[in-house]
């Protein structure tokens, strides 16, 4: 089965910029898209990327995303870094069996 | 506004039925696909299940096959999940979300919990 894997936690200081990566386990990750989510305590995820690289409106250019063939890997990165993207941030994408898979989520503190 | 409402979650003992509702609203329902995504108590995201436009297409994932079936009614902007024979690892948060590949925008979620 096509599993997604991403680092349990990252921490970066404010204003700075933080990489979250996103392992696909076989096949290639540039296949299908690949989206992220961000999700704050008690509430329900929002899109932050879309399609591998597209920000929904109303996401701040700061958040980017990008694929990696080399390494079949998927990268959300953050930059100038700020309190309130302190959130837990989820991967997804599918697979040629109709299986929408996430990965585990990477807890993000802004410290 | 694009929104989506979902309903019925509660305390089920194991073995038992549930059945979610999720309403839309804000946009042409009939028109998306729609998905229903669960999140066990401090544990990541689970796909679960998701249903073509016009129902004639239903996936699942694995471990709720041949116990939950997907619904529509288009003419009630309406989503449902039919959970049966659940079990304690069903226990989770369920939330609706409009697509198929890429889960925008998503409910506030309901609580299911399954225990005796």
């Known amino acids: 089965n096509f599993m997604l894997t991403q680092p349990h936690s990252v921490s970066e200081s404010p204003g700075k910029t933080v990489t979250i990566s996103c392992t696909g386990s076989s096949g290639s990750i540039a296949s299908n898209y690949v989206q992220w989510y961000q999700q704050r305590p008690g509430s329900a995820p929002t899109t932050v990327i879309y399609e591998d690289n597209q920000r929904p409106s109303g996401v701040p250019d700061r958040f980017s995303g990008s694929i990696d063939s080399s390494s079949n890997s998927a990268s959300l990165t953050i930059s100038g870094l700020k309190t309130e993207d302190e959130a837990d941030y989820y991967c997804?994408?599918?697979?040629?069996?109709?299986?929408?898979?996430f990965g585990g989520g990477t807890k993000l503190t802004v410290l | 506004e694009v929104q989506l409402v979902e309903s019925g979650g509660g305390l089920v003992q194991p073995g038992g039925s549930l059945r979610l509702s999720c309403a839309a609203s804000?946009?042409?329902?009939?028109?998306?696909?729609m998905s229903w995504v669960r999140q066990a108590p401090g544990k990541g995201l689970e796909w679960v299940a998701n249903?073509?436009?016009?129902?004639?297409?239903?996936y699942y994932v694995d471990s709720v096959k041949g116990r939950f079936t997907i619904s529509r009614d288009n003419a009630k902007n309406s989503l449902y999940l039919q959970m049966n024979s659940l079990r304690a690892e069903d226990t989770a948060v369920y939330y609706c979300?409009?697509?198929?590949?890429?889960?925008?925008?998503w409910g506030q979620g309901t609580l299911v919990t399954v225990s005796s």
């Open positions: 997804q994408s599918y697979d040629s069996s109709n299986q929408r898979v």
């Open positions: 979300a409009r697509g198929d590949w890429w889960f925008d925008p």
């Open positions: 804000g946009f042409t329902f009939s028109s998306y696909w």
């Open positions: 249903i073509k436009q016009d129902g004639s297409e239903k």
